[in-house]
């Protein structure tokens, strides 16, 4: 099986940098996923790493180290509307896409 | 340009009752699934489709049921309504074999009083 470890909260002020962790237990997988979202919306797709290494898509990154069972999402030059929850999961190897979903992490961004 | 629908946005159960939530993608995904998020537990899969005819158990499928009758369309049962099962819904399709996104619908807000 497969299980994620998020910090619950991140605060950090407007134009930070903030990195909200996500360490897994898993047997195999095929890679690491971000999901942003708002309070009252649905998870939305932010960005995936399939290898090793760090993925930069705009003002968001995100980083794979498979050695090290871990991985980030990175967040530069923060907006009061990337307040939202920030969830990370992971896709497993072998047969059916059905990913496993962390917790969460509640980004709050202070002006 | 839809993507995934789910219907309705909002419901309130007496215990007991049955009711039936609607999952509609228009992107010729084969794979969906529902999910049920509560706060502090993220979301935690009921069930999920890998295609027409097909159905599997999530991780919390106890108190449902499913079906896939159509490829664009995942339905998720509930016989009879738990206080438990107060919770948001929703619902999400795969791209294509190899893909990685989940398209996630707006969700359902269900209350069983």
């Known amino acids: 099986g497969q299980s994620l470890e998020q910090p619950s909260e991140v605060t950090a002020v407007e134009g930070a940098i903030v990195q909200i962790n996500c360490t897994y237990q898993?047997?195999?997988?095929?890679?690491l996923s971000w999901y942003q979202q708002h309070d009252g919306g649905a998870p939305t797709f932010l960005s995936y790493?399939?290898?090793?290494g760090l993925e930069e898509t705009g003002r968001f990154s995100s980083f794979l180290s498979r050695s090290d069972s871990y991985g980030y999402l990175l967040l530069q030059e923060l907006q009061m509307k990337d307040s939202a929850s920030y969830f990370c999961?992971?896709?497993?190897?072998?047969?059916?896409?059905?990913?496993?979903f962390g917790r969460g992490t509640s980004l709050i961004v202070h002006p | 340009n839809a993507g995934v629908t789910q219907t309705p946005k909002f419901r309130v159960l007496k215990t007991g009752q049955s009711m039936t939530l609607l999952c509609a993608q228009d992107?010729?995904?084969?794979?969906m699934y529902w999910y049920r998020q509560d706060p502090g537990m993220g979301l935690r899969l009921i069930h999920y489709?890998?295609?027409?005819?097909?159905?599997a158990k999530g991780e919390v499928p106890d108190g449902y049921n499913v079906s896939r009758l159509k490829k664009q369309n995942f339905l998720l049962g509930l016989e009879s309504a738990a206080p438990s099962q107060t919770s948001v819904y929703f619902c999400?399709?795969?791209?294509?074999?190899?893909?990685?996104?989940?398209?996630f619908g707006a969700g359902t807000r269900l209350s069983v009083l």
């Open positions: 999400a399709s795969r791209s294509p074999p190899g893909g990685n996104i989940q398209y």
């Open positions: 898993t047997s195999g997988f095929y890679g």
């Open positions: 790493n399939a290898l090793d």
């Open positions: 999961a992971v896709s497993p190897s072998g047969g059916s896409y059905i990913p496993t």
């Open positions: 992107m010729n995904h084969e794979y």
């Open positions: 489709s890998v295609g027409e005819g097909t159905t």
